[in-house]
């Protein structure tokens, strides 16, 4: 093995030395002395101090005290509208594909515990539905309304309208047909196998496509922009944007890697879909909603940078704590377990900077949709991180690894962190798109309460069986239909949790549907720009 | 423009470095692994049943690599066999390690459950043959026929899982997977281990998965 550590001596000093390089081109550009100024890009002028949030009647909105004010605030009307079509293609179908999901995961769920039920027939199938359920909500639901998401804000954050969101458009037709595709296979049973990788390869080369026409506007934009400095949010965006083709592309290679290396790639991949794709997007979104509603910039600027690139860092290399205690040289395992427990760093810089700037203004969870959502999901993020830290310890891992501890675990995060910031964006978009209030406060309330209640049964039992199972698994006298027996309560709770999310979903996509169609009455208090727009034109 | 270029192409080389880590790395290493000599590969029947198992997901139920007793002593303590070594999974394109032990590990199923009508049943029906087991049922991988034919593999179903009339008669593919689930066997010495597998430690046969 004497090659190999020689190699692995060799990259740790690449590593370390283009750490370097990027701290020095950082330093050399200013990238740290722009502090606390560079915080408040997001604002218009004047703007600060005054919250921005559709869901406040009561708060005054914030059109500006001077001429110039008030035409920064138009001009970002009109940024909103440039990408009103590409934001609407893309949210629209993942709320279709999380409505689909859901119901592919409740089935799975029943199933765990009825396992005669529905097996007739071979398209429903627990080994089927189950990765119908994971390709929906993580390609079809995470990945459209992250990217649609992206879309809205990307304009916004360059203070420009969106240049070429009619690629953007195609790109989302594209991926929805790779979806219909991809889904379709795993029923027909021509899944390629893997994890996370099921879809058929020639299926993912819509994916690519798809992914490459959005990264058409963002280019144009970029190149149009009208802001000197890039807030953080944007450097998420782009590097997810980056990172998604990149991996998508070489995990699908076909035939490439066999047998054991197979499957270091498969986990490679698929923790790089949560770490380098999902989590920025996320963490990204939080970055923008909490400020701006609050109206105050992010407590440490400089924080969120370094945030940005030891994520970047420890995160792309955290896949293979996935396969401790699997058939892989140890190097690789310690080499994951090593980044993900480094993956502390940027987890508490963007704990201290999303709760820091929270700080005093609690109060406003109860009024703001938006925040409530995308707050509690950065408080999950820094939980469900700082959990999977620690189960990547050896010692930790020999118990929940195998379980339905892991289970609770990935929900924690795409749900908990990622779709409840999602949900919280959307509440923020949608009305700026459509000009438009959201028609029931209520509704917005019963979905809350609904898919709150639900993931929190759901992740309860699931840990806490998941973690007995697990300890049962090591003592062999105990014998394994006793575990199976001992978990059944817990897959049952699951199912309600399931339901109710799903219920929570299906009251969400009812509003979400209301809101493209205007219905409801039309509110006392119009939609945030429309009376900026008003006094202008006089 | 340019520093929105600066931070794409930062972002891209770090994954690059990762690729180089995660996935090169360990594709050189481990393809140069040795092969051990008792390892067949598969047949075009357990093949096409393999593909069967990827086809219904039953990678996410059960895994196919037992841990180092040393550190989980619980997979060699109930049967699952020795650690696996990279060279076992020689053949298996795509791999077929799982992360889920909702059900037990198949590493060494073939050794287990040498029966292909113990095999058959549980497809059936494992609560046939398991009380309480929570894997789903596969009639559709059986056919129900009033009489079988001549070469028909007839599957004989305990009251009250079977039908009342007629007989169960597996498909080429509940056929193909059976002889994929009796091809795991992988109770042969592994030439990459540090010493060689005491004898008393072999998987015991006829264990309930």
Redesign the interface.
């Known amino acids: 093995m004497t090659p190999?550590i020689a190699?692995l001596l060799i990259?740790t000093f690449?590593?370390s030395t283009?750490g370097l390089l990027?701290l020095i081109?950082s330093i050399a550009?200013n990238q740290f002395s722009h502090g606390q100024a560079a915080a408040r890009t997001i604002f218009s002028p004047g703007e600060e101090g005054h919250s921005e949030d559709p869901a406040r009647p009561s708060d005054p909105t914030f059109t500006g005290n001077t001429s110039e004010q008030a035409a920064a605030i138009e001009a970002r009307w009109t940024a909103d509208q440039s990408s009103r079509t590409a934001v609407l293609t893309w949210l629209s179908s993942s709320v279709f594909w999380l409505l689909l999901g859901s119901f592919f995961g409740l089935a799975s769920s029943m199933?765990?515990?009825l396992?005669?039920f529905l097996?007739?027939?071979?398209f429903l199938?627990?080994?089927?539905i189950?990765?119908v359920h994971l390709n929906a909500v993580t390609y079809g639901w995470a990945s459209m309304a992250g990217i649609g998401v992206a879309l809205f804000l990307i304009p916004r954050l360059f203070k420009t309208s969106l240049a070429g969101g009619k690629y953007a458009v195609l790109g989302g037709f594209i991926w929805n047909i790779g979806l219909v595709l991809g889904l379709s296979a795993i029923t027909l049973?021509?899944?390629?196998?893997?994890?996370w990788l099921e879809f058929p390869w020639q299926i993912d080369i819509l994916f690519v496509i798809g992914g490459a026409l959005c990264a058409i506007p963002l280019l144009l934009t970029?190149?149009n922009?009208k802001v000197e400095h890039?807030y953080v949010t944007?450097?998420y965006l782009?590097?997810a944007l980056?990172?998604f083709p990149?991996?998508f592309l070489?995990a699908n290679l076909p035939?490439a890697?066999?047998?054991?290396?197979?499957?270091?790639?498969?986990w490679?991949f698929a923790h790089?879909v949560l770490g380098?794709w999902v989590t920025p997007i996320g963490i990204g979104i939080a970055y923008y909603m909490i400020p701006k509603i609050l109206g105050k910039p992010i407590i440490s600027y400089q924080l969120s940078l370094i945030g940005f690139?030891s994520l970047?860092?420890f995160y792309?290399?955290v896949?293979?704590h996935?396969?401790i205690?699997?058939?892989?040289?140890t190097w690789?395992v310690t080499?994951?377990i090593v980044h993900s427990v480094m993956m502390s760093i940027p987890v508490i810089t963007v704990a201290i900077n999303h709760h820091g700037t929270m700080m005093g203004s609690f109060g406003r969870l109860k009024d703001s949709p938006t925040l409530r959502f995308v707050w509690i999901g950065a408080l999950m993020y820094t939980v469900a991180s700082l959990q999977g830290s620690m189960e990547a310890l050896?010692s930790i891992n020999?118990i929940t690894?195998?379980?339905?501890y892991?289970?609770a675990h990935a929900h924690l995060g795409m749900y908990a962190f990622l779709s409840f910031i999602l949900f919280g964006a959307v509440y923020f978009i949608m009305p700026r798109l459509t000009n438009w209030e959201w028609p029931w406060r209520k509704l917005i309330s019963l979905h809350f309460w609904l898919v709150s209640i639900g993931i929190l049964i759901y992740v309860v039992s699931l840990t806490i069986a998941g973690w007995k199972q697990g300890v049962a698994?090591?003592?062999?006298a105990m014998?394994?239909?006793d575990i199976?027996?001992m978990t059944?309560p817990a897959?049952q709770a699951r199912t309600v949790g399931g339901a109710l999310m799903t219920l929570g979903h299906l009251v969400f996509a009812f509003h979400f549907i209301a809101m493209l169609m205007r219905s409801g009455a039309a509110t006392e208090q119009p939609t945030l720009f429309r009376p900026a727009t008003k006094e202008n034109a006089q | 423009m340019k520093r929105a270029l600066a931070i794409m192409v930062g972002a891209a080389l770090i994954l690059l470095l990762a690729t180089l880590t995660l996935v090169v790395m360990p594709y050189l290493q481990m393809s140069a692994e040795q092969v051990p000599p008792d390892l067949k590969p598969y047949t075009e029947q357990q093949q096409r049943g393999r593909q069967v198992y990827i086809a219904n997901g039953c990678v996410y139920c059960h895994s196919q690599q037992p841990r180092d007793p040393s550190f989980a002593p619980g997979d060699k303590a109930r049967g699952w066999g020795r650690p696996s070594v990279p060279g076992d999974y020689a053949y298996d394109e795509p791999h077929l390690l799982g992360t889920m032990r909702t059900g037990p590990d198949l590493f060494n199923i073939g050794a287990r459950q040498p029966s292909i009508d113990w095999q058959l049943m549980h497809l059936y029906n494992p609560r046939a043959i398991i009380k309480g087991s929570i894997m789903p049922s596969y009639p559709f991988l059986f056919r129900h026929v009033n009489e079988p034919a001549e070469g028909d593999k007839v599957v004989n179903i305990p009251p009250p899982y079977g039908p009342e009339t007629g007989k169960i008669v597996a498909t080429e593919d509940a056929l193909a997977l059976a002889e994929y689930m009796l091809a795991l066997d992988h109770t042969y010495p592994a030439p990459t281990l540090p010493k060689a597998q005491p004898k008393s430690d072999e998987p015991k046969e006829n264990r309930a998965p």
Not at chain 1, 473 to 476: E, G, R, T
């Open positions: 190999t190699i990259i690449v590593l283009v990027l081109w550009n199933k765990m515990h396992p005669d097996t007739a027939s071979e199938t627990f080994g089927r189950r990765p049973g021509l899944s390629d196998g893997e994890e970029a190149a922009r890039l944007s450097w782009m590097a980056v990172w990149f991996l070489i035939f890697f066999p047998g054991a290396s197979g499957a270091t790639v498969n490679w790089n380098l690139w970047a860092l792309s290399q896949g293979i996935h396969l205690g699997g058939p892989i040289p690789l080499l994951s050896r020999v690894h195998f379980t339905h892991t289970v698994l090591l003592d062999a014998p394994f239909m199976v027996k059944l897959l």
